[in-house]
């Protein structure tokens, strides 16, 4: 079985400071992992994905993600706020090479504040 | 087209009524999945086709709820007698290979009411 666990549901921060939201993922397998941001009334947006290659994975927007093994985490990054980054993210797990599902994690509410 | 389409991008429905929600996926998009997501929550996987092969079909809430993707591109969920617990925003997504490692695109969704 996979799982993904967003351990915050909401985090606020000042513009131009970091941003951390933390994701712990669970799977049997080699696992895919992605980061999505949905915006109001938005679809979704991938920002960045991992599929066992470069564990630091770079995206769009400034964010990146560092998957770690050990401790079965694929926290989002990025070093500077803007405003514009104000939205919903999701973490996402599923197989690697096989026709398997997305799995969701419940969300994270990101907002910045001036 | 350039990105994955759904229409009605909103749908209101008296409870009983049945729809029909469209997906254009992306062309030559081999998968092409379809989830629910409630106010408020994740979305939750609904069912997937390979082509014009529906493979899993296990979040599919109950018998009501039907999808088809008979010529492996467009695919249409219908929903019979919809309930107030249907309300929800239905997303579409579609992946060029069966394995997404090029990632998955998502729809815009369709906002279902039910009244």
């Known amino acids: 079985a996979q799982s993904v666990t967003q351990l915050d549901s909401h985090v606020s921060v000042s513009e131009g400071t970091p941003v951390l939201l933390r994701c712990n993922y669970s799977s049997s397998y080699s696992p895919s992992l992605f980061w999505y941001v949905q915006h109001p009334n938005k679809g979704l947006q991938l920002l960045l994905k991992y599929t066992s290659a470069a564990t630091l994975v770079k995206g769009i927007n400034g964010f990146e993600a560092e998957f770690k093994k050990s401790e079965t985490s694929f926290h989002l990054t990025k070093p500077s706020a803007h405003m514009s980054d104000a939205a919903e993210y999701f973490c996402?797990?599923?197989?690697?090479?096989?026709?398997?599902?997305?799995?969701f994690g419940t969300g994270t509410r990101l907002q910045v504040t001036l | 087209g350039a990105g994955v389409s759904q229409s009605p991008r909103y749908k209101v429905a008296k409870r009983g009524q049945d729809v029909a929600l469209r997906c254009d996926p992306i062309?030559?998009?081999?998968?092409l999945f379809w989830y629910q997501q409630a106010l408020g929550q994740g979305p939750e996987f609904l069912t997937y086709f390979q082509n014009e092969a529906q493979l899993d079909k296990s979040g599919l809430p109950s018998d009501r709820f039907f999808a088809e993707r008979p010529e492996g591109s467009v695919s249409t969920l219908k929903i019979q007698r919809t309930q107030q617990e249907d309300s929800a925003v239905y997303l579409c997504a579609s992946s060029l290979l069966p394995g997404g490692e090029y990632g998955y695109t998502f729809g815009s969704g369709t906002r279902l009411t039910v009244v």
């Open positions: 996402v797990v599923t197989f690697t090479g096989t026709a398997s599902k997305l799995t």
């Open positions: 062309s030559g998009h081999v998968s």
